[in-house]
Every structure is written in C-alpha cells, then in structure tokens.
C-alpha cells in the first residue's frame, strides 16, 4: 500500500464517519429534508442505524485503510444502494428517502473505487 493510497483511504474514512455522526446526531433533520411532500421520512430509528452502520465502515477505514477493507465497506455501500433502489420502487411514501440514500451510498462506493490502485 503507498502513502498515497493509504492517505486518500483515510479521507475517505473521515468523511464516512462524519456522514455517519451527522445522521446519527441529527436524524430529524435529514428525514425532512429527504422526506415527500406531504409525507413524514422514514422513522429516526432507522435512520440512525444506517447512521451507525456508516460511523462503523468510518471506523473501520481509519483504523485498518486497506485494500480488503475497502473492498468490504464498498461492497456494503453497493447493497445498501441496491436495497434503497428497491425501497424506492415499491414505496411512493418513502420514494424520495430512498433515492437520496441510494445515491448517497452509490457516492462512496465510488469514491472507495476510484482510490488509486494500491
């Protein structure tokens, strides 16, 4: 692994925490702003758990920037992306939370991808 790369990882990681500190910390105002028009956003409960699942990957980039565990925190953002596409398909109530957490996720999995080669 160069300087580089493990420099980069660790930007990444930082910003993945924040994001996840930040919907963690204020699952409210997320869920309004991401909410439909005349729909309530998904429940803080959940939001903060997705918040908790990206402090983890945060976590987890910072401490140990490599490859295989980037690998692994992409893979999760790719599920995650997948699963809020379908959540965005089948629910016009939660349409617009979905798509926004969608590409929020697809964001890092590119980020994570676009990481010089090691």
């Known amino acids: 692994m160069t300087a580089a790369y493990g ?3 660790r ?3 930082a910003v993945t925490f924040a994001a996840g500190a930040i919907t963690v910390l204020r699952p409210d105002a997320l869920t309004r702003a991401a909410a439909e028009p005349d ?3 998904p429940p803080a409960w959940i939001v903060r758990v997705l918040g908790a ?4 990957q945060g976590m ?3 401490l140990a920037p490599t490859p295989a565990v980037l690998d692994v ?3 999760v953002d790719v599920i995650h992306a997948s699963s809020m596409l379908g959540l965005a398909a089948v629910s016009p109530r939660y349409r617009r939370a979905g798509l ?3 590409a929020t996720a697809a964001g890092f999995a590119l980020a994570s991808h676009r990481l010089p080669m090691r």
């Open 7 to 9: 420099g980069q990882a």
């Open 53 to 56: 699942r990206q402090l983890i």
């Open 100 to 102: 926004v957490s969608a």
């Open 73 to 75: 925190g992409k893979l």
């Open 11 to 13: 930007v990444l990681g």
């Open 60 to 62: 987890a980039i910072l």
């Open 39 to 41: 729909h309530s956003g």
